[in-house]
Each structure stands twice: as C-alpha cells, then as structure tokens.
C-alpha cells in the first residue's frame, strides 16, 4: 500500500437539477427553519430590510457544494466534500491537482503544505481552503480505504465509546424527545432591531426554555450578527434562563472584541466561535486572548483532516475543548480520536426540524445518524464509512488524461537531494 499513488484528482459539483443539497446546509428549500421560516434568522446582513426576512436572498447558498474524488492508481476511490461549487472545481482541478496526482497517498501532510503555500496569494481563508478541505478529506478516505480501516483509527483509534450529540434546531423540545443531549437555537434579532428585539430575542429564548425545562441543556446561535455591547446585554438577560452558551456572536475577524465579551462574561455563560475560522493561524488568534471557552472549527472547511489535528492539538494546550461545527462523518472521525472533543453536533435539516435526517441530504446513502443522543461508529467500514452516490454530480471542469498524466509523471520522477545540507 506504501507504494500507492495519487492516479487522478476529480471534482464535481450537484446538478441543479438533481441536486440533494450536499454539503451546503443552506442550500434548502424556502420555507425551511434553517433560512428563516417561519422565525427570522439573525445574521449579518439582517441590518438590510431587502435581505433579512430570509438568508437565501442574500445567497448563503449561492456557491453550493464541491464533491473531491481522489483515485489510487489500483483504482481505489476516497471522497472528500465541502461548499464552493464551481469556482471550488476551477480551484481544484486547475491549481490544487498538481500537488496531489502522482504522490504516494501516504504523503498527505506534504500534500497539503504544497496546497496551502501556493495558495497564499489569493487563499489563506474561504474558498481556497474549502476547497484544500475537500481534497484532503478524501486524501485520508482513500488512505483508509487502502489501509482497511476507519479514519479514526488512522489518527490513534478512539478515546471513547460512544460519541454524544447535541442538536441545532428550531424545536429544542423535539430534540429532547429524540435524546439529544442539548439543543442550540437560532437568535431571531440582531441590534439593528433596537430595544423591541432585544425583547423578542429574550421573550423568544424564555418560551425555548420553557418547552425544555429549567436543566435541559440550551444554547444560543448568532451567527455574527451582533456587537459587543449587544452580545454582553443580551448574554445577561438571558442570564434567569440558563444559558449554556452563546455562539458566534460577533463577525469572525473582531479578535478584540471576543476578547472583550469573554473577560465582560467570564463565569456567567460559555462563548463559543470559530466555525468561520480558518487554519491554525486564525484559531491561534483565538486561543491567545481568550477569545472563547469553545472553538467550533467545521472540518470541511478549516483544512480538513491535516489542519485540525493541529487546531486540536494547539487547543489542548489552553484546555479548549473543540466542538466542531456539523461536518457529519468527516467530524465524528475525528471527534472519536481525540480526548478533548466531547460533544457532536447534529444540525437538524428537516423543514420543520421534526424528523432525523441526514446532513448531506441524500450525497451519502448510509450516512450514520445519531441515535438517542449518540453517534455509532463501525469499526468494520474503512475510510469515513459512507458511499458516494454520483447521479446528481457534474464533473464542469473536466481534464485530458495528457494533463493528468503529465501532472503524476513530475511529482513520480522527482529527485531527492543527493548531499545534506543544513535545512534552515
């Protein structure tokens, strides 16, 4: 299996046509919970009257998902997904396969330092990284699929038995009856609302937590879409209804002001962000001023496999735990093999958020599901454990088999240095 190498790199899109939504959780139909309906969805660009009601008009889902296949040259295939739809394709077919067609699989930390360094000049955060999360991703399905052996196993086997779950979702009390064990909820209004949403937001999570009961665990999404001010007169307001913790509360990039919810908080409620974070240099940012008590990075976008082991690592330093955002499969991996990842997250994507479906709509048939507050996974699947079912993909940024070939003969016949040389 050392041997194996990377045959050929190949990216897809869903046809629009036959689309099952993928790995965008927003690419739903209009009136679905999660965009809006029938309770707004506070965000940043709720402050725009035009754009507010729901979080599809301004194009939350407008670049949809990229789906990476990556074949060894015994012909055996790993998959990798993410958001970025055809510009992501463009990216990975014209720019990242490069680095990956013709190296051996094992080599997949060389692999993604070459995707990242040639992307610096245009990628660093956002779509260059989605799309270097994909192809990593089904780097390590491939790995284990050669291997004969989950992911998990692959970075050190699992540090528990069984995974438990939370669920984002517009019926906490449904959540509850299913066995989750918490529920997160989506804040309606964001401080452009003035003080009467400030009175919904808090009359909104009183009747949550009213329908769950004083103990049953409850958090809160703003989805950057407050202030400072706002985040920590919101946070003590809610304060007599047992909140867990509030989440992305502020736009990614404001480090300070993280920093001055959470020493304004610290005690009274847990702070959580990251899930529009990137690489370890973003989460750093985070860690060192004690901007949260939680990170969430969503491993099909921070980098992948490769990049969060080494948020994970970092985070444990801190005593951070990470509590990845959704990433289904491709968390749960990694979750299982890591002491300082507690807790899943399910996002629930039904309609109505009554009824356990899967994350990535129909891309994985057997995608697991979590069961009375678990998440199971088999020790006897390979790789992340699912089945890709292609007749919604389309290939729009085919290449000839003279490219790929020309791409595996020059990573193939690469030299090593002939004399040692001090490296630094």
Not at 1 to 21: D, G, H, I
Not at 137 to 165: F, H, I, N, S
Not at 180 to 188: D, H, R, S
Request: glycine share 8%.
């Amino acid at each position: 299996m050392s041997l194996q190498r990377v045959k050929e790199v190949r990216a897809f899109t869903s046809s629009p046509a036959k689309a099952k939504q993928g790995a965008d959780c927003h690419d739903v139909q209009d009136q679905h919970w999660i965009n809006g309906y029938p309770t707004p969805v506070a965000n940043p660009m709720s402050r725009y009257p035009q754009y507010k009601e729901f979080r599809k008009s301004w194009g939350i889902n407008a670049l949809g998902s990229v789906i990476v296949e990556v074949e060894a040259d015994d012909g055996t295939i790993g998959v990798g997904v993410s958001i970025g739809g055809d510009p992501a394709c463009y990216i990975i077919e014209n720019h990242l396969s490069r680095f990956v067609e013709g190296q051996r699989v094992t080599d997949v930390e060389l692999m993604w330092d070459q995707m990242f360094r040639s992307t610096l000049n245009y990628g660093r955060k956002g779509l260059p990284l989605q799309a270097i999360s994909a192809v990593d991703l089904a780097l390590w399905d491939l790995l284990g699929k050669l291997r004969k052996e989950p992911v998990y196993a692959l970075l050190g086997g699992k540090t528990k038995d069984r995974l438990p779950v939370y669920c984002t979702t517009a019926r906490p009390d449904l959540a509850k009856g299913f066995g989750f064990v918490g529920a997160k909820v989506p804040l309606p209004y964001g401080p452009h609302e003035g003080d009467q949403g400030l009175i919904k937001n808090i009359e909104f999570f009183k009747e949550a937590r009213e329908k769950v009961g004083p103990d049953f665990p409850l958090m809160l999404d703003c989805y950057m879409g407050l202030t400072a001010p706002y985040a920590i007169k919101l946070a003590r307001s809610l304060s007599p209804y047992n909140l867990k913790w509030m989440e992305e509360f502020l736009p990614p990039d404001d480090y300070a002001g993280y920093a001055q919810v959470h020493q304004a908080l610290a005690g009274s409620v847990l702070l959580t962000t990251g899930e529009h974070e990137y690489t370890r240099y973003g989460f750093r940012r985070l860690l060192e001023p004690k901007c949260a008590d939680i990170l969430q990075p969503d491993i099909t976008w921070v980098g992948g496999i490769t990049e969060s082991k080494r948020i994970i690592a970092m985070a444990s330093a801190y005593d951070v735990p990470i509590i990845p955002h959704g990433s289904s499969v491709f968390s749960y991996h990694l979750q299982y093999a890591f002491t300082n990842c507690p807790l899943a997250e399910y996002i629930n994507l039904s309609p109505k958020a009554d009824c356990i479906v899967p994350y990535f709509g129909g891309l994985f048939p057997d995608e697991p599901l979590p069961h009375e507050g678990w998440i199971d996974l088999a020790d006897d699947k390979p790789g992340f454990g699912v089945t890709l079912d292609k007749t919604s993909l389309h290939r729009p940024y085919s290449r000839s088999e003279e490219h790929v070939s020309k791409q595996r003969k020059l990573n193939g016949d690469k030299k090593s240095l002939e004399k040692p040389h001090m490296p630094f």
